[in-house]
């Protein structure tokens, strides 16, 4: 079974620094596009971040740009998303996405949230 595994989740401090990582099993998706996405309680899920399958393009929501930067290690077939300078309201759920056959990060933003793969999410808290 073809799965995501998120980790580097936790709780921070307004202005603190996290990272993320995302590493597939049951395959490999190093020649495809991946990314970011969470979901705050009471809200739906919402793009963060996406990468092409080279880590060569990058594209990210308004709401954090500046901010996160997402990056990709192919030869060790993981995703990262470092978030720096976080907000209270950046406290969500955050699952990693991967396109089962697309290379550009546009097949994270514009394929429908039931065609990626996904991972199970880790949390992200930030205080006050």
């Known amino acids: 079974q073809v799965q995501l595994v998120e980790s580097g989740g936790g709780l921070v401090q307004t202005g603190g620094s996290l990272t993320l990582a995302c590493a597939p099993s049951?395959?490999?998706?190093?020649?495809?596009?991946m990314g970011w996405f969470r979901q705050a309680p009471g809200k739906e899920r919402e793009f963060v971040a996406a990468?092409?399958?080279?880590?060569?393009?990058?594209y990210y929501a308004d709401s954090v740009k500046g901010r996160f930067t997402c990056s990709r290690d192919n030869a060790k077939n993981t995703v990262y998303l470092t978030m720096n300078t976080l907000r209270p309201e950046d406290t969500a759920v955050y699952y990693c996405?991967?396109?089962?056959?697309?290379?550009?990060?546009?097949?994270?933003?514009?394929?429908?949230?039931?065609?990626?793969?996904w991972g199970q999410g880790t949390q992200v808290t930030v205080s006050s």
């Open positions: 990468i092409n399958w080279s880590g060569h393009a990058t």
């Open positions: 996405a991967a396109s089962p056959t697309g290379q550009s990060f546009t097949d994270i933003v514009q394929t429908p949230l039931g065609n990626l793969v």
């Open positions: 049951g395959r490999t998706f190093s020649s495809n596009a």
